[in-house]
């Protein structure tokens, strides 16, 4: 088992991609707090009730970080992986981002991630822990009604390539995944909400899913696997593309060209 005896916490892991990371890190041995919103949580965890503690809480609340951190602590005794999943994906262009829309997507996005940082310090510096950002490709550019998730998402790709950076010395390691289109149950239903139609998913966009089948949460829980693991030590500061192209200068090519 990759990750026998070990803790983690893992932000937004009542559902989606940290739902996937949380059961694959407990398949493989370990302990983990799991984190959502009240009412959030989508799957049965009695299968790993010994493994798993669940704590509730908005990211938005500044206390909500430490909460968490202290409660990992208090139930598993120690701390060796911090997964930033959790994020607010709400819609917003330039025209209707409002300040209190934009503080708190930063707060959500990216003062959080930082604050679990900040508190799990101590904790991971006794362990030789790590910490694995969740961002996304948004964050390079972003979609025009994503602007404000898509700052967020190239503010937290630089504190995390801070805090690897800073965190070296204290054998500390700090990667960062960035996400192209993952087939969540959320995101499934935003399409159908879009107009896409309900089988959106069997038959995806060829320039956006060149495989024609989309990206699981489950792929993207393995490479966290990785990354989380001692299989990766003492790898950080990277930023890990995770998508089905080529993230920069792409020109998508026809079906069948060579």
Same mark, same amino acid.
């Given at each position: ?25 407990m ?5 983990v ?5 009240? #009412? ?6 009695a ?17 909500? =970080? ?8 208090e ?37 959080? =991630? ?12 006794q362990?030789? #822990? ?7 490709i948004?964050?390079?550019? $972003?979609?025009?009604?994503?602007? *404000? ?11 995390? @390539?801070n ?7 204290? @054998? ?7 996400? $192209? ?22 038959? *995806?966009?060829?320039d ?21 693991? @001692? ?5 950080? #500061?990277?930023i ?8 920069? $200068?792409?020109? *998508?090519?026809?079906? $069948?060209?060579?």
């Open positions: 088992m990759k990750m026998k005896d070990m803790t983690c916490l893992v932000t937004g892991s009542t559902s989606g991609i940290g739902e996937a990371i949380a059961r694959l890190f398949s493989e041995g370990a302990s707090l799991l984190h959502g919103l009240a #009412g959030s949580l989508t799957w049965d965890t299968t790993y009730a010994a493994q798993s503690h669940l704590v509730y809480g908005d990211l938005s609340d500044t206390d909500t =970080p430490r909460r968490l951190v202290e409660a990992a602590l139930r598993f005794g120690k701390l060796d992986v911090l997964v930033n999943n959790a994020a607010n994906i709400d819609r917003a262009n330039a025209a209707n981002t409002t300040a209190a829309v934009f503080d708190r997507m930063m707060a959500v996005n990216v003062r959080a =991630p930082f604050l679990l940082c900040k508190e799990a310090f101590p904790a991971l510096k362990t030789g #822990g790590c910490i694995l950002n969740i961002g996304s948004n964050g390079y550019c $972003g979609e025009a009604d994503l602007l *404000p998730y898509s700052v967020s998402k190239g503010a937290l790709q630089t504190l995390s @390539r805090l690897a950076d800073a965190w070296g010395p204290h @054998r500390i390691r700090v990667n960062h995944f960035v996400l $192209g289109w993952v087939l969540t149950r959320n995101e499934y239903e935003r399409k159908v909400l879009d107009g896409m139609g309900t089988n959106w998913h069997l038959n *995806p966009p060829a956006s899913v060149p495989f024609g089948t989309m990206t699981t949460p489950e792929t993207i829980a393995a490479a966290a696997l990785y990354w989380c693991s @001692r299989d990766s030590w003492p790898l950080s #500061g990277n890990i593309e995770l998508e089905q192209f080529p993230l920069s $200068g792409r020109n *998508p090519p026809k079906r $069948g060209s060579q």
